[in-house]
């Protein structure tokens, strides 16, 4: 809501920032994967990533299913294989060594089946979970976002209804609200909040931070002074 319409005379004008947020439990756990391995022989390192990269699609495909999960969705790079020839300390070019890197994203809907599939991947060698972002669906993000606009606007009003009333003046009237940012954060680190299930040994349980969504508003109100 914009106008550019002047002060109406005698009103004076109170410009406040609106602030509303809520924090909610992640519904979706997407993994980030990387399949690294090197050697002196090209053949033997594309082979030992091919597999490894194989293993990671297996374990993928199993439990992949877009409606009930727990996967519902996922991602994978080719297999790229590069050499470079590095320097020892004395200044001595070395053999040659190859590399490959590959990348395998699987977004999970069931937050309880990702510490066992983690532990099964990361056993294998060349694979590394290089990562795990915790986040809603496109649903629960609008509702929210809905939400936290109306308490943002309401927070608004409060604010200049305080100012108001602090310089005698009476009820606030809205001239202009607009809206800097729509901010959302949430845990993405692996393993930081992570600790070991006791029902279940060997397994990785997760604790991920909640989901943050905050919606800010500048609003402008009028206001004019109590009239006995």
Known sequence: MSTDAQPSPGATVISVRGEAYVEVQPERATVNVT??????????????????????LTLVRTLHDPGTGPITEWAASSLQVWSSRPWNAEGTQLPLVFHSRSTVDATFSDLDAVGAWTDTLAATDGITIAGIDWSITDLTRQELEARCSRDAVANAVTKATVYASALGLGDVRPTEITEPAVLHAGGSEYGVMAKMAMASPGSTEFAPEPVRITVQVNARFEARPIVD
């Open 35 to 56: 399949v690294e391995l090197d050697g002196p022989d090209r053949a033997s390192v594309q082979h030992r990533a091919s597999q490894a990269r194989e293993r990671c």
